[in-house]
């Protein structure tokens, strides 16, 4: 006998407190907006979609850079969106991370499937809970922005100081390095945790994934759907604690059995790569995306290799091409899976011929002889290397998201071909205390593969990044080019400065790190001349567009003397526009973001500009549509009213030093 509940999930009537799960039971549509497309979206959204699609339960707490997840997770259920099992998920908001990760905790014991989001501080303080659950094997993912721990002072950007603290909890460790593989591995995460029965976190960088805008394939509900398995998630409903189904769980242990009952567990560790192994397979079977629980890229007879995870993974990828080009044999390891380690899966994917490794970590462990992605690496190869041994450096890259480009990947390439490399290094700082750093050719750069790389200057607040991710979404969902954008804010957020970093490619766009050579930089205060090198990173022929409050015949002489002698020595194209006098007039008030939107539009030539201009519109009145028409038709004036009011600057005529 059964009975059918809302959403047709089938409930069992012995025992009567079990629901199980029946994929062909739940055909729900793919999600909204993305019509067959793929969407526009960072990587905390792309993870918190697959979790909140999967998950009956998600207790929250905000932490930078984590906060959105769950976020979306609580405007999804607001709007009555359905997961996967036609219900709609309960968002509950603790009063602390660890309250959370006791909410989680108590929930997955009842037979729910849950989930939540952090990272950093309040990842440590879901410590306790992390070991209950995992010693209790208990399906789980925890989804992680990854982010730096308070030490000597504290940080809110990324690194992997965090995950790293957590690894003797039991909880197997799953990176991503984009948003697209924070979606993915959010998905594989969790089929794996089922059927596993291990817990896991779904591990992706904090600020440089999880607030890059790329395009994200989204996964279909029948999809995901096809990737959970049923049985499994039936089995986690009948270990539930429930008084019709009593048993003993959480008991407190003696000498006698305690050492034996603990090492019980090892044969689910020892089974889970092989099941994450085939759950990959699956995936790509059904989105054709290909993934290894180690995955090598490079030269088939490799001599030197990179072993890396996580976001930096990027621009190790641009150099190993560069050089294999050039006749080099290079390649690197991407680590997925690090915990548990498989050192089968790991020795499969290192090419024999391999001479020098070098195993870059972004976190610091003082006082260890290396850092732990090092440490395993030298464990592994030292278990089951069958030829010459290779020589194996490690060194620590992008510590409270520090930057690690293109030319500091070669740097540590560069290393490995030395008579004697360097071991324990840093990359990407100057080290003059205790000289670690190695040196990097700070003018070396990749960044022509992209046809528009630009730079956008604002205020914390003033609606520049709000235009410029409605700009990625225009370009993105309108033409087939790739799209990136990443946001460099400041600590103190609201009021500072934040820069956006813009990238348009014909070709896939893996460039983790900021933007160095551009060819279109945008201020959008006039002031910050004055305060910052807004040309530090433009190319010659570079386009500048300056929101000033001077007239296009005066503005020569209001700019610094270093802004004018940059401008003739990279040939710079000048455009201008008096952006607060057309807010002004529009009944825009203080918000200039809109226009400066279609300035960009106009001049950058990244799509025909009237074709542009309907789409910013369209973006207009679906963000501001809620507060109104009034104000949605204010947006209008002051878009076609922008071009009115652009001019650019024939400064052939000037002199640099000239100032009123």
């Known amino acids: 006998m059964e009975t059918k509940l809302p959403g047709s999930v089938t409930r069992q009537s012995i025992p009567k407190n079990i629901q199980t799960f029946s994929p062909s039971d739940q055909v729900i549509p793919v999600r909204t907006g ?19 699609k999967t998950s009956e339960v998600c207790a929250i707490y905000p932490i930078t850079p984590s906060s959105t997840m769950g976020e979306w997770a609580d405007e999804w259920s607001s709007n009555n969106i359905k997961n996967i099992f036609g219900e709609i998920p309960k968002i509950i908001e603790m009063q602390s991370e660890a309250g959370a990760a006791g909410a989680i905790h ?13 990272c950093s501080q309040g990842l440590l303080l879901m410590i306790p809970n992390m070991y209950k659950i995992a010693g209790e094997l208990t399906p789980a993912v925890f989804h992680i922005a990854a982010r730096a721990i308070a030490t000597h002072a504290l940080s809110i950007f990324g690194d992997h100081s965090d995950v790293m603290a957590t690894r003797s909890t039991g909880f197997a460790q799953l990176f991503g390095s984009n948003p697209q593989q924070a979606m993915d591995m959010a998905l594989m995460a969790t089929a794996t945790t089922l059927k596993s029965k291990i817990p896991f976190l779904n591990i992706f960088d904090g600020f440089r994934t999880s607030h890059e805008l790329n395009r994200v394939s989204v996964i279909p509900d029948e999809v995901i759907l096809s990737m959970i398995d049923e049985q499994a998630i039936n089995e986690h409903r009948h270990r539930a604690l429930n008084p019709a189904n009593p048993f003993v769980r959480g008991t407190a242990q003696n000498p006698d059995v305690f050492f034996q009952s603990r090492e019980a567990c090892n044969k689910y560790y020892k089974h889970l790569p092989e099941i994450m192994e085939e759950t990959m397979k699956k995936f790509e079977r059904l989105t054709g995306r290909s993934y290894k629980l180690f995955d090598y890229y ?11 995870m996580g976001s930096g993974y990027g621009p190790v990828h ?22 548990p380690f498989s050192i089968k899966h790991f020795m499969d994917a290192i090419p024999p011929t391999v001479k020098r490794i070098a195993v870059l970590d972004r976190c610091k462990e003082p006082g260890a002889i290396g850092e732990p992605l090092y440490m395993d690496v030298i464990n592994a190869l030292h278990n089951d290397w069958e030829y010459k041994m290779p020589k194996v450096i490690g060194g620590r890259y992008g510590l409270a998201s520090k930057e690690f480009n293109a030319g500091m990947a070669k740097a540590v390439f560069d290393e490995l071909k030395k008579v004697t490399p360097k071991n324990n290094f840093t990359i990407g700082i100057d080290d003059d205390v205790t000289h670690t750093s190695l040196d990097w050719d700070k003018e070396f750069s990749l960044e022509h593969q992209h046809y528009f790389r630009g730079l956008f200057f604002g205020l914390g607040a003033d609606g520049t990044v709000s235009a410029n991710k409605n700009t990625i979404k225009i370009v993105g969902e309108i033409t087939e080019n790739y799209v990136q954008g990443y946001f460099v804010y400041d600590s103190k957020k609201s009021g500072s400065l934040t820069v956006s970093h813009l990238r348009f490619s014909e070709n896939p766009i893996r460039s983790t790190y900021l933007i160095n050579s551009a060819n279109f930089i945008a201020c959008h205060h006039f002031n910050y001349l004055k305060k910052y090198d807004v040309f530090k990173d433009a190319e010659e022929g570079a386009t500048f567009l300056l929101n000033t409050p001077y007239s296009t015949e005066e503005v020569w002489l209001h700019l610094p003397k270093h802004v004018q002698e940059e401008i003739f020595r990279k040939k710079i194209k000048f455009y201008v526009i008096n952006a ?17 939107q279609t300035c960009f539009f106009a001049i950058s030539g990244v799509m025909p500009k009237e074709e542009a201009i309907r789409y910013i519109k369209e973006a207009i009145k679906k963000t501001y549509g809620r507060k109104g028409e009034e104000v949605v038709q204010k ?5 076609d009213q922008t071009l009115e009011n652009l001019f650019q600057v024939d400064y052939s005529n000037y002199k640099t030093g000239e100032t009123e």
Do not use: C, W
Not at 34 to 52: C, F, Q, S
Not at 106 to 118: H, K, V, Y
Not at 580 to 596: C, D, F, Q, Y
């Open 106 to 118: 108590g929930a997955l014991q009842g037979g729910a499937l849950a989930s939540t989001f952090t």
């Open 635 to 639: 947006n209008f004036k002051a878009v």
């Open 298 to 308: 490079g030269h088939p007879e490799a001599e030197h290799i990179i072993i890396i």
């Open 34 to 52: 993305t019509g067959g497309r793929a969407d526009i979206m960072d990587g905390n959204e792309a993870a918190a979609y697959i979790a909140y």
């Open 580 to 596: 607060s006098k057309v807010a002004k007039e529009t009944g825009m008030g203080s918000r200039i973001n809109s226009i400066l």
């Open 318 to 339: 641009e150099v190993t091409d560069y050089l294999n080009d050039r006749g080099e044999k290079a390649g690197y390891i991407n680590v997925h899976l690090f915990r």
